[in-house]
């Protein structure tokens, strides 16, 4: 499959218009003049007597509250802590007096843990009675075949595992500060790394989140996050562990509203893949160069915890997918040391207690008919596909009306020959997909760089560059400015054509195991956005309900989408 292997193209710096124009939008903040400071100074004076003051009041608050904490329903704010319940050298995650948003934790200290992870935050009970809607099973009853009743999902991406183009306010830098993924954003930012992050992770993803995706629709959810939820290693500038804390309460949502989970470990020591949304844009350190076998082992360490944690009883109705590595770059990989990673990880888990979850791994961009006959004889092992059109340099030219055709023709066809195992490997999903015509969105291709559809993108690697503009026209009518406007703007023609497109795919995508849309929500990147997408009416307002299913004529669109 071609598409795996000109997916993620990069390199180098991006060209000379490219990078003023980035620099303009990047512009830090100007420092305040000399007056203002003098004058916050005065207000930060006045805001410590404020929090001087509230604390004073909480310690007397809390006092009073003495000996009645622990009560569930009542969800109590870190404030009614009694201070001395939680031993002065508590480290942070476990310190809910540290703690940014202490929202449907559990408060009560807690050294417990399972697999050496902590427990710390959880209620002891459970319910598994809801359902995410009435097409679904609840989560206590099987859900059965996925090939019959394939998943409908999405990811909370940029989340607990940051990307810049999803959050891009979190890198809003001067490109000369070279903050293009978590690796350096929490380099740059220090012992601030903790509270900006941790700020996000309360913020980006809420409880209403879950909500929403519940009454879209959708019943599963795909939940990426980073090893350093687990563990950090020596020179990671890495938040350690506050992101377990955030994804166990997400994964306790998620069961309040009925929806089943996909665990994604998105980014592995010495990173998988060298991309951005691994942490750390640059070489391939997994299975490759001097810590290569190394990070492999740091990796399956930190599965052999999580495995432990989730074979847990509390997760066996709720956790339907493992993942065990998002995206290895296999293009450049050993196909062969991969693969016995893989063997030896889903082993591990299975041996650790995981025995009801289907377990993950991804397609390495090796072209689906690559996996017919591999890792077979392991039961309950599925095969992620991500499609996109975008990445591609020959499909991201189809027109609105061959990429609807190609979304229906290419991608049942390829689902279909990837299920049978006389032509592929089996079990098949696409945990990752989107409604993206161009690769415009700001810094998807890497924070500064161009892109394909003006022609921009230069990688440093001369076979690799795309100097020529790769939109339908392919001439200087490519252009993105347009292509980024906000959803509220987008043309009848260009609704038609996103929903038509997002609909094509699901309707691929259900030839197999499902699929699940990235993502739930970007702060600037409209067409990527699941959520948007629903307010401007471009997605089913109920996922199981579609007006299109590749069976209705698709319009001609014009080569020159009209956007708004
Ligand atoms: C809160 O956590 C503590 C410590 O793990 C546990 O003993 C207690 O039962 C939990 N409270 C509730 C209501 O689940
Ligand atoms: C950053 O992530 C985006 C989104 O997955 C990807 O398209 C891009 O190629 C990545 N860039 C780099 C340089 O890793
Ligand atoms: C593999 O590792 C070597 C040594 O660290 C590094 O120079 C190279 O860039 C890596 N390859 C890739 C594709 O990242
Ligand atoms: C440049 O890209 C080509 C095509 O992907 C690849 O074969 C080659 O190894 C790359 N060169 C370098 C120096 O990375
Ligand atoms: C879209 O592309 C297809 C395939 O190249 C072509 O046959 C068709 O005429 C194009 N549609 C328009 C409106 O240009």
């Not at 296999?330 to 888990?349: D, G, I, P």
């Not at 969105?441 to 022609?455: D, E, H, I, S």
């Not at 699940?516 to 401007?536: C, H, I, M, R």
Request: with cysteine.
């Amino acid at each position: 499959m071609e598409e795996g292997r000109s997916k993620h193209l990069r390199g180098g710096a991006g060209s000379y218009d490219s990078l003023v124009r980035e620099k303009d939008e990047l512009y830090d903040d100007p420092p305040p003049p000399a007056y203002k400071k003098k004058r916050l100074w005065i207000y930060g004076g006045i805001g410590v007597a404020v929090i001087i003051l509230i604390i004073v009041i909480a310690v007397v608050v809390s006092k009073k509250n003495k000996g009645d904490d622990g009560d569930a329903a009542s969800s109590p704010s870190a404030t009614s802590i009694p201070e001395d319940s939680i031993p002065a050298d508590a480290p942070a995650w476990l310190n809910p007096l540290q703690w940014t948003d202490t929202t449907d934790f559990n408060l009560t200290y807690t050294t417990d843990s399972v697999g050496d992870l902590p427990v710390m935050g959880l209620y002891t009970k459970w319910d598994d009675s809801a359902k995410a809607n009435d097409h679904v099973p609840a989560l206590d009853e099987k859900w059965g075949d996925y090939a019959s009743r394939p998943a409908r999902g999405v990811n909370v991406g940029g989340w607990l595992s940051l990307e810049p183009f999803i959050t891009p306010s979190l890198f809003n830098y001067d490109l000369s500060q070279g903050i293009i993924d978590e690796y350096s954003l929490c380099t740059y930012l220090g012992s601030r790394c903790g509270s900006v992050l941790e700020q996000h992770y309360a913020t980006f993803v809420t409880e209403q989140t879950f909500k929403d995706i519940a009454a879209a629709g959708l019943d599963h959810v795909r939940i990426p996050f980073s090893y350093w939820a687990v563990q950090t290693y020596d020179g990671d500038p890495y938040l350690f562990r506050t992101s377990w804390r955030y994804l166990l309460r997400g994964i306790e949502w998620c069961r309040k509203y009925g929806l089943r989970v996909n665990l994604d470990l998105h980014a592995l020591p010495g990173s998988q893949n060298g991309w951005n949304h691994s942490g750390r844009q640059g070489p391939i350190g997994w299975l490759n160069g001097t810590d290569g076998d190394l990070n492999a082992q740091r990796s399956l360490d930190v599965h052999d915890r999580l495995s432990k944690f989730f074979a847990q009883d509390r997760y066996k109705n709720i956790i339907a997918f493992y993942g065990l590595a998002n995206e290895p770059k296999m293009t450049f990989l050993s196909a062969s040391a991969v693969t016995a990673w893989t063997e030896n990880a889903y082993k591990l888990v299975r041996k650790n207690g995981v025995s009801d979850a289907v377990i993950v791994f991804g397609d390495g961009f090796m072209g689906l008919g690559n996996w017919q006959g591999k890792l077979t004889g392991l039961k309950n092992l599925a095969l992620d596909v991500h499609q996109y059109v975008i990445f591609n340099t020959n499909q991201i030219v189809y027109n609105h009306t061959t990429k609807i055709k190609y979304a229906c023709d290419g991608w049942t066809q390829q689902t279909t020959q990837s299920m049978n195992t006389a032509t592929g490997f089996g079990p098949t999903l696409v945990a990752e997909w989107s409604q993206a015509d161009t690769d415009c969105a700001k810094y998807l291709t890497n924070v500064g760089w161009g892109n394909r559809w003006t022609g921009t993108l230069n990688t440093g690697n001369a076979s690799e560059n795309i100097l020529t503009p790769r939109c339908p026209t392919m001439d200087s009518r490519c252009a993105c400015g347009e292509a980024n406007a906000e959803a509220g703007r987008w043309s009848s023609s260009y609704k038609t054509f996103l929903s038509m497109f997002a609909q094509a795919q699901m309707t691929s995508f259900e030839k197999g195991w499902g699929w699940f849309y990235w993502v739930w929500d970007t702060e600037n990147a409209p067409q990527w956005s699941y959520k948007q997408g629903l307010a401007a009416g471009v997605l089913p307002a109920k996922a199981y309900e579609k007006t299109f299913d590749c069976t209705q004529d698709i319009p001609s669109f014009s080569d020159l989408p009209e956007y708004y």
